[in-house]
């Protein structure tokens, strides 16, 4: 996955706080939050807002933002799967 990073002109890209990238319809950031320690994850597909990583380095935090990513979609697909299966049912609320 290819990764833009905010690092200013003439420093090595991986001194960026901000790395952005799409995979198909998702945007991916993996990011520092000022006076907070780590990285974070944030995609919005999938309702995932600043979420604290436990990785230590970048690379580290991509591979986890990756892993997080994934169960997370696993999760919605199962959701789906679920809620398609089940007959239809309309009932007044």
């Known amino acids: 996955m290819k990764f833009e990073s905010n690092a200013k002109f003439g420093q090595p890209v991986e001194s960026g706080s901000i790395f952005r990238a799409k995979a198909g319809g998702l945007n991916i950031t993996v990011h520092k939050i000022i006076y907070c320690k780590g990285w974070h994850l944030s ?31 696993e999760k919605m697909q199962e959701d789906i799967a679920k809620a398609i299966e089940e007959s239809i049912e309309i009932s007044r609320y």
């Open 43 to 73: 995609c919005a597909e999938v309702g995932i807002r600043d979420r604290e990583l436990k990785s230590e380095s970048l690379f580290k935090a991509i591979r986890e933002a990756e892993i997080v990513i994934k169960k997370k979609v």
